[in-house]
T-cell receptor, first 114, second 114 residues
Framework: AQSVTQLGSHVSVSEGALVLLRCNYS??????LFWYVQYPNQGLQLLLK??????LVKGINGFEAEFKKSETSFHLTKPSAHMSDAAEYFC????????????FGRGTSLIVHP | KAGVTQTPRYLIKTRGQQVTLSCSPI?????VSWYQQTPGQGLQFLFE???????NKGNFPGRFSGRQFSNSRSEMNVSTLELGDSALYLC?????????????FGPGTRLLVL
């Protein structure tokens, strides 16, 4: 079985501040990990994914995430928040040799203050 | 390539009615998945089709059904609608059914049941 926990349903930052969105996963086999973003009235869009090539993954819009096996984490970061980053962010997991249907976390709403 | 399209975008129905939602995947994508998104439950997997066969099913009652056509277009049907079926229904496609594959989401159909 696989699961994802996103700590904090809402994260509030000031424009220009560091963004840190937390994701912890549970998987009995090596995982594949994804971060998706959802803007209002839109579907989800891939930000980045970890497929075991490199532990530090760079994505679109200046976001990156680091896979830490020892901590079972895949936190999403961005050095400087922009107003346009305000959205809902979802972490998801699949697993090699297991289900290819992603299990999504509950999502974290990022609020960016001017 | 055109993205995933879903029709209709918005729908209002009354309890007891039935509804059919449509999804056209990205050209060449053979796997189509459906999700229900609500504020209370988050993103929940409904079912996945690959080459016209339902290969995975989530934990939803039999009122929820779907199918996929030879051109990979998919429909989902909900019969005997309940108030709790009000949600955003998202369709996602991927080229093949593998765990490392990105899911490409449509904008969703927002269903309101009165």
């Amino acid at each position: 079985a696989q699961s994802v926990t996103q700590l904090g349903s809402h994260v509030s930052v000031s424009e220009g501040a560091l963004v840190l969105l937390r994701c912890n996963y549970s998987s009995s086999v090596p995982p594949y990990l994804f971060w998706y973003v959802q803007y209002p009235n839109q579907g989800l869009q891939l930000l980045l994914k970890y497929t075991s090539a490199a532990t530090l993954v760079k994505g679109i819009n200046g976001f990156e995430a680091e896979f830490k096996k020892s901590e079972t984490s895949f936190h999403l970061t961005k050095p400087s928040a922009h107003m346009s980053d305000a959205a809902e962010y979802f972490c998801a997991v699949t697993s090699s040799g297991g289900s290819y249907i992603p299990t999504f976390g509950r999502g974290t709403s990022l609020i960016v203050h001017p | 390539k055109a993205g995933v399209t879903q029709t209709p975008r918005y729908l209002i129905k009354t309890r007891g009615q039935q509804v059919t939602l449509s999804c056209s995947p990205i050209s060449g994508h053979r796997s189509v998945s459906w999700y229900q998104q609500t504020p209370g439950q988050g993103l929940q997997f409904l079912f996945e089709y690959f080459s016209e066969t339902q290969r995975n099913k989530g934990n939803f009652p039999g009122r929820f059904s779907g199918r996929q056509f030879s051109n990979s277009r998919s429909e989902m049907n909900v019969s005997t609608l309940e108030l709790g079926d009000s949600a955003l229904y998202l369709c996602a496609s991927s080229p093949i059914a593998e765990p490392q594959e990105t899911q490409y989401f449509g904008p969703g159909t927002r269903l309101l049941v009165l």
